[in-house]
């Protein structure tokens, strides 16, 4: 990694002001809102990827992305620029960030008719790129009284200081609610409360990321706090609070607010993977239906695990096991006859002996080998298979209308989009990018974002009078527009649910506010 460090004044346009840094980079500095700034680092004048699915202030962003330079949804007021020799200055009535020599941010608030300190970058290196083209890193100054929260969905406490954590989509079953990292969801998002004042920093990259509150110590800086990501840009918003909830909200009015979901979805909603691996799934899940309705048990829906799709021990997507369960629809209307609606669960990857997988293949729908001149193949249920290109309008297009025929018109009401962390380690793999091929890691945690709300449009179609109900369990900020979340595969254990209360209020910190838990746990 290489420091940046020198800069020159190179543009200033009414909505930002635009620096050269080393002769080869541009830093740019959006003034948005009041209180939300924005820093785009360009290296050598280019980005890395020059789209966001995160970044929603007004509408839903486009299927293929937003323009990354977009500024559209942002309020622009007009701000105030003070350049001196050794120094840049840009100010609103609320938030001002100084920019020093050698290259390091300072920003500060206005409170109580002055100035005061808010946030500022190590003063010994800051801003840092790899000279061979790929991964970036931020370093900021901490403070011994900073606590920090959000981070999405993550173990331990909720105060996150002092700790480095991962951001990389894993299927982490059986994990530690404790100790366990990385987990399924990737949320750069953190909210710093500190003598009275809050702000939220949220780092725009879906690429494989870590983030280092305080767990870091060396001897030639002080305490500071670092972002790094293996790839992509950096592009980074700060907000200013003043109180942690200020932040939240308005993290939320820049990816988006959650989707309304019916009523019936804040009930209690049943599962286990036992009926469905049963041989007699249908009548097993009968029973259930009964014995809800002996013990008075008050049940709103119930999760319909993957095993109505086996064939032998594995799960093939779309695909009925009729001797487990000879007739769907009528499995769906005993439901609904009890109160109960159904939600089936459905994974994007299909193993490489799924019925259907030569005619996904033959059409080119599935994820490509960075290599080779085949689909990709990752380990996925006890076998190898190939993910489902969510960037490809065709691949799209297939979903849903699965989706329609195999769940939906068979009494299905809602999706249970399952298995979507996609694990393809081949970094380099090639995606449709709608067009405009994109390697996979760039974009891994778009995949189950894009696979969510192809769910969605499909329950919206076939029933556009209702409120759509689906859930997923990966996914990036912004996955509210779409979908309720749980916090995944976890241990039956107390410690468990005493840290998925934490885990769950975490999420909500960090704009997932539908949230809920396997109660009495998943492995063990």
């Not at 809800?292 to 695990?305: A, G, N, T, V």
Request: aromatic share 12%; net charge neutral.
């Amino acid at each position: 990694m290489k420091t940046l460090k020198n800069w020159t004044l190179s543009q200033h346009a009414d909505h930002f002001v635009e620096l050269k840094v080393d002769n080869r980079h541009l830093l740019r500095l959006y003034v948005l809102e009041s209180g939300l700034m924005r820093v785009l680092l360009k290296r050598d004048g280019e980005l890395a990827l020059n789209r966001t699915w995160s970044i929603a202030p007004g509408d839903d962003v486009p299927w293929e992305g937003r323009d990354r330079e977009s500024l559209d949804g942002f309020g622009l007021p007009g701000f105030q620029l003070e350049h001196e020799a050794n120094q840049l200055r840009i100010s609103t009535d609320r938030l001002r960030v100084t920019v020093h020599h050698p290259l390091c941010l300072s920003w500060e608030h206005y409170h109580q008719g002055q100035w005061q300190p808010l946030a500022a970058d190590r003063h010994t290196g800051a801003y840092l790129l790899n000279a061979h083209g790929d991964g970036v890193e931020h370093y900021q100054r901490r403070q011994p009284q900073d606590r920090v929260y959000g981070l999405g969905e993550k173990s331990g406490d909720l105060n996150r200081s002092g700790r480095r954590f991962e951001m990389r989509n894993l299927d982490a079953m059986g994990y530690n609610a404790a100790s366990t990292d990385p987990l399924y969801k990737h949320i750069p998002f953190t909210l710093t409360q500190r003598d009275g004042v809050s702000f939220g920093l949220f780092y725009d990259n879906l690429s494989s990321s870590w983030l280092d509150l305080g767990n870091e110590l060396d001897n030639y800086h002080l305490p500071y706090r670092r972002y790094r990501a293996e790839a992509g840009d950096l592009d980074y918003y700060l907000m200013l609070g003043p109180r942690l909830l200020d932040v939240t909200q308005a993290f939320v009015r820049l990816t988006g607010r959650t989707i309304f979901q019916p009523k019936w979805s804040l009930g209690y909603s049943g599962s286990t993977m036992h009926y469905t691996d049963a041989p007699d799934a249908q009548q097993q899940l009968q029973g259930f239906i009964r014995l809800c309705r002996e013990h008075e048990i008050p049940c709103d829906s119930f999760q319909l695990s993957s095993g109505y799709t086996s064939i032998n021990n594995k799960r093939y997507v779309f695909n009925w096991n009729y001797d487990k369960v000879p007739n769907p629809n009528g499995m769906s209307a005993a439901f609904h006859a009890a109160g109960m609606k159904l939600a089936a669960n459905i994974k994007p990857c299909l193993l490489q002996d799924h019925p259907r997988y030569q005619e996904v293949a033959s059409q080119g729908l599935f994820i490509r080998d960075s290599e080779l001149d085949r689909p990709e193949r990752s380990v996925f249920w006890d076998d190898e298979g190939s993910h489902l290109d969510f960037t490809h309008p065709q691949a799209v297009r297939w979903w849903q209308e699965n989706v329609t025929a195999q769940l939906l018109e068979k009494g299905i009401d809602a999706t249970w989009n399952d298995n979507n962390e996609y694990e393809v380690w081949d970094g380099e793999a090639r995606c449709h990018g709608f067009g405009q091929s994109i390697a996979i890691k760039h974009i891994r945690p778009v995949m189950p974002l894009l696979m969510m709300r192809a769910s969605l449009e499909a329950q919206q179609r076939f029933a556009p009078e209702k409120r759509p109900y689906l859930i997923s369990r990966s996914g990036c900020a912004g996955m509210q527009r779409y979908v309720q979340t749980w916090s995944g595969d976890n241990r039956t254990s107390w410690q468990t649910l005493r840290y998925n209360i934490r885990m769950g209020l975490g999420m909500s910190l960090s704009g997932l506010f539908n949230v809920g838990h396997d109660v009495g746990g998943f492995s063990g």
